[in-house]
T-cell receptor, first 112, second 114 residues
């Protein structure tokens, strides 16, 4: 079955790097996504990676995918207080425009 | 351009009443998805549409929940005879029909059943 696991909390100091980890169970996942949810706001799509890629970099964000271990990570360089939010990992299992399966989210707290 | 909009943003209703939640997707987006998010959880899939056709409704919890998208644009999620356990954030997303099928979410409707 489909299952996406994330650790629930992460605390880092401002200026340090944050690494948020995610594991998924379905090896047929086609795309994997990272969303950010700030208090009282909707889900904001941060970045995504196609399953045949190992890494994707987008400004301060680096996504690493280890397909063998079904492990996905999001690294935020130079973490700022504005990065404090809940980060959700999500997988799309089937090709085409199909629903996403989300993890429970990791709450990132940035200490000034 | 305009993002996904949902209305109402907040809805408080008494147990047993019917509610209708509305989603207006990004213009030109073929697909529309409904998710439900309980406190401390990630969004869980309810149902989705391509154009006006409902593709999958396997996530709807029971037959009190229904959804429609009659003209392939705005969608309505209806919950009949609401129960307290229906209280949650209901989120709508839309996407194009091309890779990577990025789903863009609306602000959500917070439903409270008293």
């Amino acid at each position: 079955g489909e299952d996406v696991e994330q650790s629930l909390f992460l605390s880092v100091r401002e200026g340090d790097s944050s690494v948020i980890n995610c594991t998924y169970t379905d090896s047929s996942s086609t795309y994997l996504y990272w969303y950010k949810q700030e208090p009282g706001a909707g889900l904001q799509l941060l970045t995504y990676i196609f399953s045949n890629m190992d890494m994707k970099q987008d400004q301060r964000l680096t996504v690493l995918l280890n397909k063998k271990d079904k492990h996905l990570s999001l690294r935020i360089a130079d973490t700022q207080t504005g990065d404090s939010a809940i980060y959700f990992c999500a997988e799309r299992i089937f090709s085409g425009n199909t629903p996403l399966v989300f993890g429970k989210g990791t709450r990132l707290s940035v200490i000034a | 351009g305009a993002g996904v909009s949902q209305s109402p943003r907040y809805k408080v209703t008494k147990r047993g009443q019917d509610v209708a939640l509305r989603c207006d997707p990004i213009s030109g987006h073929v697909s529309l998805y409904w998710y439900r998010q309980a406190l401390g959880q990630g969004p869980e899939f309810l149902t989705y549409f391509n154009y006006e056709a409902q593709q999958d409704k396997s996530g709807l919890p029971n037959d009190r929940f229904s959804a429609e998208r009659p003209e392939g644009s705005i969608s309505t999620l209806t919950i009949q005879r609401t129960e307290q356990r229906d209280s949650a954030m209901y989120r709508c997303a839309s996407s194009l029909a091309t890779d990577p099928y990025e789903q863009y979410f609306g602000p959500g409707t917070r439903l409270t059943v008293t």
